[in-house]
T-cell receptor
Framework: NAGVMQNPRHLVRRRGQEARLRCSPM?????VYWYRQLPEEGLKFMVY????????ESGMPKERFSAEFPKEGPSILRIQQVVRGDSAAYFC?????????????FGAGSRLTVL | GEDVEQSLFLSVREGDSSVINCTYT??????LYWYKQEPGAGLQLLTY?????DMKQDQRLTVLLNKKDKHLSLRIADTQTGDSAIYFC????????????FGIGTKLQVIP
């Protein structure tokens, strides 16, 4: 079991370009979470998805950000028209269907740098 | 509401005990967690405690939960240089589904 796989690990974009970050959850996990970690800040919740459904996107900026978790394939976090303030580490985590303690397994993160 | 607070930094000498503290606001939280993040890596679960417990021990780690004060602590005995990392406290607040909320993280520096 390869764990939670995120790619790319590092991504550099110029202002105005699009960034696509991918997350493949652990085998058997149907819940995916995206978090953003800014330098010297904590982990901020962005969105929680199950297969083909967005359950909670209360942490997502209203514009330019979107997320999906299709029936087949990885979860995608998409940032359109990136700005310098989007530079951060984006972490994906997954968990199995609810079974009490919701233990999240994290990927290694995707580090976005906007020039 | 959802708010988890931690101090930002802790420095201890190798071999001493470390105590990392956390306060949370949602008294109906069911589980509380400690995660560890090493430089350049994702978070790894260290331990968690169910809200009906006061204490949980796992080798060098001791978790204490004071529900009355909404205070959670993580004690690391015989702290080693490999324990240097950022430690995150997290909770599942009330809300009907499993959204995990994290604190800002405490950076532990272990001095040889």
């Amino acid at each position: 079991n390869a764990g939670v796989m995120q790619n790319p690990r590092h991504l550099v974009r110029r202002r105005g370009q699009e960034a696509r970050l991918r997350c493949s959850p652990m085998k058997g996990h149907s819940h995916v979470y995206w978090y953003r970690q800014l330098p010297e800040e904590g982990l901020k919740f962005m969105v929680y998805l199950q297969k083909e459904n967005i359950i909670d996107e209360s942490g997502m900026p209203k514009e330019r950000f979107s997320a999906e978790f299709p029936k087949e394939g990885p979860s995608i976090l998409r940032i359109q028209q990136v700005v310098r303030g989007d530079s951060a580490a984006y972490f994906c985590a997954s968990s199995p269907p609810f079974s009490g303690a919701n233990v999240l397994t994290f990927g290694a993160g995707s580090r976005l740098t906007v020039l | 509401g959802e708010d988890v607070e931690q101090s930002l930094f802790l420095s201890v000498r190798e071999g001493d005990s470390s105590v990392i503290n956390c306060t949370y606001t949602d008294s109906s939280s069911t589980y509380l967690y400690w995660y560890k993040q090493e430089p350049g890596a994702g978070l790894q679960l260290l331990t968690y405690i169910f809200s009906n417990m006061d204490m949980k021990q796992d080798q060098r780690l001791t978790v204490l939960l004071n529900k009355k004060d909404k205070h959670l602590s993580l004690r690391i005995a015989d702290t080693q240089t490999g324990d240097s990392a950022i430690y995150f406290c997290a909770e599942i607040p009330s809300g009907g589904y499993q959204k995990v909320t994290f604190g800002i993280g405490t950076k532990l520096q272990v001095i040889p």
